[in-house]
């Protein structure tokens, strides 16, 4: 059990590292919605299911929804990943 | 401004020095010594949460003399069986509605912000998705309304419960690409307000403290019991449903 979840720590600190990296914003988003749902599951396996099934539905839905909204009106305003 | 930022960072490694000294000394019990979870827990006010009466007289205890938790039996202080549920919205529960007021302060800054303007052309949704998401909305209002009024059994309540029923309303923003009802979101947000602040406020009329248990408990562990907390975690949940899909179809916008 600590062996998982000192691994799932590990790869939940290289994506939160690789999020500030990453070219694209979209890719950046989508990777920080994997990491808040494997959160979610290090709440699970530390039983404090209250709060992964707030972390599962604010962290990894809702949150990533806005992230999408706001670049959606980004690129409206001329913004362009390619750039 | 950048001058005093090697200032700021001083002043946050204080505080967080500071945190850890707190956190140390809530561990250890002074008497025996700096060693850690050397604190005698039986004597630490959470450890009468966990046994459901915070009062000597109310406790019931078994043939060794430990205090105990009978499920069935009815008078306990709130008759909540989720531990958590019971610190979140009976002992601790001006700290939960602390928690409510920031995000009912986040809401009105989004609207506040998020100007109306005309949309632009956004790529409409497949067919698929079109079809599927009724039915699957009709799956999370259900799991959200499960997890709201289970909050006193079951791990869940009115903050994952709202969030689970507010998905539900993004899903069909995403799909339908319209908001509908940004009305009848903040009226409901208002009203769910009202009530909690005059539950906590017939609390402290009855019974002397603000967000007190003035209703029956009922028998610990049944599906209806601890009438107060259920009514709480329903207005809590009807409050954060509304603030979180009104800042979505804020984002959303006209």
Excluded: C
Aim: charged share 15%.
């Amino acid at each position: 059990m600590e062996a998982a979840i000192i691994v799932l720590g590990l790869i939940m600190l290289a994506g939160a590292i690789s999020v500030l990296f990453q070219k694209s914003l979209k890719n950046a988003i989508i990777t920080f919605g994997i990491v808040s749902l494997i959160s979610a599951l290090m709440f699970t396996l530390m039983k404090a299911y209250d709060v992964a099934i707030t972390e599962a539905s604010i962290g990894a839905l809702l949150t990533i929804a806005l992230f999408f909204w706001a670049l959606r009106r980004l690129e409206e305003d001329g913004y362009d990943e390619k750039k | 401004m950048k001058r005093n930022e090697p200032l700021i960072n001083l002043f946050g490694l204080i505080l967080i020095i500071l945190l850890a000294v707190f956190t140390y000394l809530a561990l250890t019990d002074g008497r025996q010594g700096l060693t850690m979870l050397s604190a005698d827990l039986e004597q630490r006010v959470s450890y009468s949460y966990l046994l459901k009466n915070v009062t000597a007289a109310g406790r019931t205890e078994n043939q060794h003399g430990q205090a105990e938790v009978i499920p069935g039996r009815e008078g306990y202080e709130n008759g909540a069986v989720n531990i958590v549920t019971a610190i979140v919205t009976d002992y601790r529960m001006l700290d939960t509605f602390g928690e409510i007021l920031v995000l009912f302060a986040a809401s009105a800054g989004v609207s506040l912000l998020m100007v109306e303007r005309k949309r632009g052309k956004a790529k409409e949704a497949s067919e698929i998705v079109k079809t599927a998401v009724p039915i699957i909305m009709l799956f999370a209002l259900v799991t959200g309304f499960y997890i709201i009024s289970h909050g006193h059994l079951t791990p869940g309540g009115g903050f994952p419960g709202g969030a689970v029923i507010a998905s539900a309303f993004i899903l069909q923003f995403l799909a339908f690409q319209k908001s509908s009802r940004k009305k009848a979101f903040k009226i409901l947000e208002s009203l769910a307000g009202i009530g909690l602040l005059s539950m906590g406020l017939i609390g402290l009329y009855l019974e002397g403290s603000l967000f007190a248990n003035f209703l029956p408990t009922g028998p610990l562990g049944a599906t209806i019991s601890a009438a107060g907390i259920m009514i709480i975690y329903a207005l809590i949940g009807i409050k954060v449903a509304a603030e979180l899909s009104s800042i979505s179809a804020d984002f959303i916008g006209e």
